[in-house]
């Protein structure tokens, strides 16, 4: 079983509409969860972090979490062209991050 | 807060070379870590760093790669005769201290090596 996994893509939604992004992982120890996007060629860059359970909003996105379930989500609301990417989930393992492989977004107009 | 900065961006070498690569953290972070991601996968997890002690190597690095941090601040990561299977994104990232187990990280733009 990978310690990170993520829900396969590609994920293809409409400019507007809600993209939803499931993750799950399997050390139930973990404390700290993020989801970075990382565009084609590039570097991984973060936009969540969340540690407690519930919900967590900034901006257009939306990370929930629990952690009884062991499951991490994002949400997308209004999503723009520039949502295209793939986006990352990672869990916080003794310092280090465990990623899963990802899931590519891309939002047609 | 120039953020992480990698050099070289770019490195082709001939299999069987040494290279080596750079990092410089977000100047106030103590925390630096090294990564690997190949085409269609996560970032895999190298080595890690607090100030200058190298406190966590993964089992999957090879005796063929090293990574100092000699005053704690920029790191070097260098593979040693190169392999076909080491082509990959190198990512640095860092994060600040005093967040228990571990907090948020800050990736640079990454070196993409290719061994021909």
């Known amino acids: 079983q990978k310690e990170v996994e993520q829900n396969s893509g590609p994920l293809s939604v409409p400019e507007g509409a809600i993209a939803s992004l499931n993750c799950t992982y399997s050390?139930?120890?973990?404390?700290?969860f993020f989801w970075y996007r990382q565009y084609s060629g590039k570097s991984p860059e973060l936009i969540m972090s969340i540690y407690s359970n519930g919900d967590k909003e900034d901006g257009r996105f939306t990370a929930q979490l629990n952690k009884a379930s062991q499951y991490v989500s994002l949400l997308i609301r209004d999503s723009q062209p520039s949502d295209s990417a793939t986006y990352l989930c990672?869990?916080?393992?003794?310092?280090?991050?465990?990623f899963g492989a990802g899931t590519t977004v891309t939002v047609r107009a | 807060d120039t953020g992480v900065s990698q050099d070289p961006r770019h490195k082709i070498t001939k299999r069987g070379q040494n290279v080596t690569f750079r990092c410089d953290p977000i100047s106030e972070h103590n925390r630096l870590y090294w990564y690997r991601q190949t085409l269609g996968q996560g970032p895999e997890f190298l080595t890690y760093f607090q100030n200058e002690a190298q406190l966590e190597k993964s089992r999957l690095l090879s005796d063929r790669f090293s990574a100092e941090r000699p005053k704690g601040s920029f790191s070097t990561l260098e593979i040693q005769r190169t392999e076909q299977g080491d082509s990959a994104m190198y990512l640095c990232a860092s994060s600040p201290s005093g967040t228990s187990g571990g907090g948020e990280q800050y990736f640079g733009p990454g070196t993409r090596l290719t061994v021909t």
């Open positions: 990672a869990v916080n393992n003794d310092y280090k991050l465990s």
């Open positions: 050390d139930r120890g973990s404390q700290s």
